[in-house]
């Protein structure tokens, strides 16, 4: 069976995820910047209401991946919250200005993950670093349990031969999750290729706004878009996806 990680926007995501057969759930803020930590009312809940493992993206902002010590220790101290709100795990990640890993900071976190016996995953840093091989040796050294990765790539069939390699590479050693721009059109082609056991996507729709009055003069970010929908993991979708991965 191929199992499907959604990176669920909101609980409600997270509960539509659960509802469609995922796994795991990575919950996290902001997936128009690529993700952050969401909050800790959204952490609480979502661990109250799901039955499936919970994962939380341990990200202090957007943008690169190299950290100050004041975002890593904001990032410490989420990952110390997952912990004791009893979370299965986080997904984090911390790159040198060189392109390499973080090795003492990672550590840190891994280390505060084991010791809750949470599980870790490093995210899609890894496709920003400068040597994809090299790293994950690093990463497999620091005990890492997954990687989410496209190869590199924007989506992950574009970095799919790469995937393969780092499969070969891997050698079981740690699990090879292909991520970004997997959908109903391509998954089967994605695992067929690749024979990934593992995959992530949103899985998300467009979802229309029940208010009955709109202000139609203003938009709130100061850019033009529909004040009046958001995107939410869809229930169909997931089990759409599940079921092209396994076919």
């Given at each position: 069976m191929v199992s499907l990680e959604v990176c669920a926007n909101s609980i409600i995501s997270a509960i539509a995820a659960?509802?469609?057969g995922a796994i795991r759930v990575e919950l996290c803020d902001n997936l128009s910047q690529s993700g952050t930590t969401p909050s800790a009312g959204q952490i609480l809940t979502a661990r109250k209401l799901l039955n499936i493992k919970l994962y939380v993206l341990i990200r202090p902002r957007s943008g690169d991946f190299l950290y100050n010590d004041i975002e890593f220790e904001t990032m410490l101290s989420d990952a110390r919250l997952c912990a004791d709100a009893g979370c299965d795990?986080?997904?984090?990640?911390?790159l040198n200005a060189d392109g390499t890993i973080d090795?003492?900071?990672?550590?840190?976190?891994?280390?505060?993950?084991?010791?809750a016996g949470m599980g870790i995953t490093f995210h899609r840093a890894f496709d920003m670093c400068a040597d994809l091989y090299s790293s994950m040796e690093d990463i497999i050294e620091l005990g890492f349990e997954r990687i989410l990765t496209s190869g590199g790539k924007s989506t992950?069939?574009?970095?799919?031969?790469?995937?393969?390699?780092?499969?070969?590479?891997?050698?079981?050693?740690?699990?090879?999750?292909?991520?970004?721009?997997?959908?109903?059109?391509?998954?089967?082609?994605?695992?067929?290729?690749t024979g990934v056991?593992?995959?992530?996507?949103?899985?998300?729709?467009?979802?229309?706004?029940?208010m009955t009055y709109k202000n139609d003069h203003i938009f709130l970010s100061g850019t033009p878009h529909d004040e009046y929908s958001f995107d939410q993991t869809d229930v169909n979708r997931v089990r759409k996806l599940i079921a092209l991965a396994n076919n």
């Open positions: 659960q509802d469609g795990g986080i997904v984090t990640g911390i090795k003492k900071r990672n550590s840190a976190l891994v280390g505060i993950a084991q010791k992950a069939m574009e970095g799919a031969s790469t995937i393969i390699r780092l499969l070969e590479k891997a050698a079981g050693r740690i699990i090879i999750m292909p991520g970004s721009g997997i959908e109903e059109h391509n998954v089967a082609d994605l695992v067929r290729y056991k593992e995959i992530h996507a949103s899985a998300r729709s467009m979802v229309s706004s029940r």
